[in-house]
């Protein structure tokens, strides 16, 4: 048996070589290319392409290069597309080259939402606020979060947020989403998870309030679970309302897979049209919702800061955890999200074949989010529904990662030469700036 199938709930029958599955099963059968639905919208497949961040919003604003990006997105077939960590304020970003939804920028936002529905797709887009992971010296706002924590990452101390803050931000959350829904999207994944601000506030971890929102699982709950439910009442019942959380954020003392039942609960009891179980936190182990390679050289070369270079240069290897990677390397743990919801669950996480996608719908997941093959090829589902490829070439490098810090993200691995990772691949929409 393959380690890849390893403690898969699935029939002994289904997966265990990719050959023998896909001999079995015809393309039309197959349930990952059957429409689907989120609340109120109807999908073409049950693929959608995961928030995966562009580094293509120079100045915060929405690029052609973005629109060209999510149109070829949407053209390879998946059934949506995700606008990535799209901040709900300007001080809500980690990085100037971070969007923030705002009225100036509706006309391009329109633009994008246009192009990627002319190609049948529908688009989402992710509404998040950093909290302590931004940094003053990128974005010239103060970092604010749950509690006074140092962040090594950014180097930098919080201002510790008031329930005054606290108000702000819900209002943004649901600001940004009725602006984003006027600009056309259809859906909104609101960032729970991978260490943000909201799952600051859920995590031990970062959370130190004696507060109503500090303490216990129902205290820490408190304001992330009052921003799904304002964006849920401002939006109506059948709008899509996605929220991404974490199951783990793989460091002592954070949130585990017994908490992340009990958030998921409270998340579909306000008004969750869907889950996206994840895990990691970005400021300690960014690389657990990925797993693979860690590219410590490239992100040297992608990184402006020179004291960040010298740092990753000489103690990236030991700063970095690195995670080994499976396809459907969240399953498991995700599984057990699905039991306790009756929400549609989207499966994320080495989604990298038919078999795979397969795998995942008949362990009772409605829909999986597809990142690295998608970044490695825009038509793969398009190829994968035609039976023109089966898997996914995409080996799980991660030099797209480095390279989303300091432009535009691109599969490293598609170029040649020994400084590929500085050129774009060929017929891939835009060209990284000079
Ligand atoms: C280049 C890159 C950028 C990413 N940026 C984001 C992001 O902005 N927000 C987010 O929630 N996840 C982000 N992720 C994580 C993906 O959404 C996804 O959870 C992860 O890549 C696992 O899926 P995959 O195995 O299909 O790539 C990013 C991943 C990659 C590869
Ligand atoms: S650079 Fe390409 S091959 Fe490497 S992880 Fe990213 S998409 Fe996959």
Redesign the pocket.
Same mark, same amino acid.
């Given at each position: 048996m393959e380690e890849r199938n390893v403690g898969r709930v699935v029939p002994e029958s289904w997966g265990l070589r990719k050959e023998v599955h896909m001999a079995s099963v015809a393309v039309e059968t197959r349930k990952g290319f059957t429409p689907g639905k989120i609340a109120g919208l109807q999908l073409r497949n049950r693929i959608i392409r995961?928030?995966?961040?562009e580094g293509m919003c120079e100045g915060g604003s929405c690029s052609d290069l973005l629109i060209e990006h999510h149109r070829a997105v949407a053209k390879g077939g998946t059934a949506m597309t995700t606008v990535?960590?799209c901040s709900v304020s300007e001080e809500g970003r980690a990085y100037g080259h971070e969007m923030w939804v705002r009225k100036e920028i509706l006309p391009d936002l329109r633009r994008l939402t246009d192009a990627v529905h002319k190609e049948g797709a529908a688009v989402s887009v992710?509404l998040?606020h950093c909290g302590y992971f931004a940094s003053k010296a990128d974005t010239g706002f103060q970092p604010m979060g749950a509690s006074r924590k140092f962040n090594l990452f950014r180097i930098s101390f919080p201002k510790v947020m008031t329930e005054a803050d606290i108000n702000k931000v819900r209002d943004q959350f649901v600001q940004s989403a009725l602006l984003a829904r006027e600009a056309g999207f259809d859906a909104f994944?609101i960032?729970c998870?991978?260490g943000y601000l909201l799952a600051q506030f859920l995590s031990p971890y970062t959370n130190h309030r004696t507060d109503i929102y500090g303490g216990s699982l129902e205290n820490r709950m408190r304001f992330p679970a009052s921003v799904v439910k304002a964006v849920r009442e401002a939006m109506g019942p059948a709008f899509p309302v996605m929220v991404?959380m974490n199951m783990t954020d793989g460091i002592k003392g954070g949130i585990e897979i017994e908490d992340a039942v009990a958030i998921a609960k409270r998340f579909e009891a306000e008004g969750a049209s869907a889950l996206v179980p994840?895990c990691g936190f970005t400021s300690k182990t960014p690389f657990m919702?990925? !797993?693979g390679n860690v590219p410590t050289l490239e992100f040297v070369a992608a990184d402006k800061s020179f004291m960040r270079r010298f740092g990753l240069l000489f103690f990236g290897r030991f700063m970095v955890q690195e995670y080994h990677y499976n396809d459907l390397?969240l399953m498991q743990d995700a599984l057990k999200i699905v039991k306790a919801v009756k929400i549609p669950v989207v499966l994320?996480?080495?989604?990298?074949s038919v078999n795979d996608l397969e795998t995942a719908m008949s362990a009772g997941f409605e829909f999986v989010?597809?990142? !690295?093959?998608?970044?490695k090829d825009p038509d793969i589902v398009n190829k994968w529904q035609k039976g023109e490829a089966m898997a996914s070439d995409c080996d799980?490098c991660?030099r797209?990662?480095a390279?989303?810090n300091g432009g535009p993200?691109y599969c490293v691995c598609n170029t040649k030469g020994p400084l590929k990772r500085r050129f774009q691949p060929e017929g891939w929409p835009g060209t990284r700036r000079a």
């Open positions: 995961a928030g995966c961040f990535a960590y992710q998040g994944e960032h998870g991978h991404k994840s919702m990925l !797993r390397f994320v996480g080495g989604v990298c989010e597809i990142g !690295r093959a998608i970044i799980h991660n797209c990662v390279v989303m993200v």
